[in-house]
Nanobody, 118 residues
Framework: VQLQASGGGLGQPGGSQGLSCAASGNTFAFAIMGWYRQAPGKQRELVAMITRGGSPNYADSVKGRFTIARDNARNTVYLHMNNLKTEDTAVYYC?????????????WGQGTLVTVSS
């Protein structure tokens, strides 16, 4: 699997940003796709994941603010981030799993930095 993420950058509190991640390779390996993030000095944590069927799973900290979507024809997952908070500042990593939650080579994309600051 290869994951190519794009988006991110500097945003303001209360603002919006979007991330996208395109997958290629064995389609079974990215049955579930989504995002994790890692803030400075903290462990990597789940942000949101979505199945090929469109069922999402969100971290409590982003529910109601972030929306994850998926375009299976393009093997691409999107994260729409609204009402950004300074605590959303982190490196965001695209992640892929098979239907059993297993990961393999390439299951983590390169990180993309999101900075929320006034």
């Amino acid at each position: 699997v290869q994951l190519q993420a794009s988006g991110g950058g500097l945003g303001q509190p209360g603002g919006s940003q979007g991330l996208s991640c395109a997958a290629s390779g064995n389609t079974f390996a990215f049955a579930i796709m989504g995002w994790y993030r890692q803030a400075p000095g903290k462990q990597r944590e789940l942000v949101a994941m979505i199945t090929r069927g469109g069922s999402p799973n969100y971290a409590d900290s982003v529910k109601g603010r972030f929306t994850i979507a998926r375009d299976n024809a393009r093997n691409t997952v999107y994260l729409h981030m609204n009402n950004l908070k300074t605590e959303d500042t982190a490196v965001y990593y695209c992640h892929a799993e098979d239907i059993f939650g297993r990961t393999g080579p390439g299951s983590w994309g390169q990180g993309t930095l999101v900075t929320v600051s006034s």
